[in-house]
């Protein structure tokens, strides 16, 4: 299924995978658990009550790094209290492309950049789809970027 735990792109040793359904906690605790660490996890969008308490253990076993994006992406990070990189763009297309950049960096060659966003995409997005197709796009551009050695 789209957008439920699909690897997007590979750039050397790194994974790039859409959950951008996960917006339940228990689906983004599973996400979490499922992923190959180190991770650099996206989070954002619009909260709607999840219990980030539940995450903290699970994101501190694996996350190397959370870049927070949207409405709520800097409040999730903050409770996560991991090292975080805020994308304060508001465009949705480039929310992406910042997000996925400094994912990478924060990984160097190895791990999984993992969107796993807690909150809903309706502060940015029209659904999840978008936003997991967006995140896709700016996966596959970072790829195709890395495989010509920029």
């Given amino acids: ?8 792109a590979r750039a050397g040793g790194l ?19 499922r992923a190959e660490g180190p991770v650099a996890w996206l989070v954002g969008g619009r909260d709607k009550g999840a219990d980030l308490d ?11 790094h959370v870049v927070a994006f949207g409405e709520d992406g800097e ?19 480039g929310v992406m492309q910042e997000a996925v950049e400094a994912a990478a960096r924060a990984l160097g060659e190895r ?12 502060d940015l ?8 197709a967006a995140f896709a796009r700016a996966a596959r551009d970072f790829a195709a970027r890395a495989g010509r050695g920029a």
């Fill in 75 to 93: 409040r999730f990070a903050r409770a996560l209290g991991l090292p975080t990189t805020v994308i304060a763009t508001r465009d949705p297309e």
């Fill in 111 to 122: 791990g999984t950049v993992l969107l796993a966003p807690i909150g809903t995409s309706f």
């Fill in 15 to 33: 994974r790039f995978v859409d959950d951008s359904i996960a917006t339940r906690t228990l689906a983004v605790r599973a996400a979490l658990e």
């Fill in 125 to 132: 997005y029209a659904d999840y789809r978008a936003r997991g």
């Fill in 54 to 64: 539940a995450l903290v253990d699970a994101a501190r076993a694996k996350v190397r």
């Fill in 1 to 8: 299924m789209p957008g439920r735990f699909e690897t997007v």
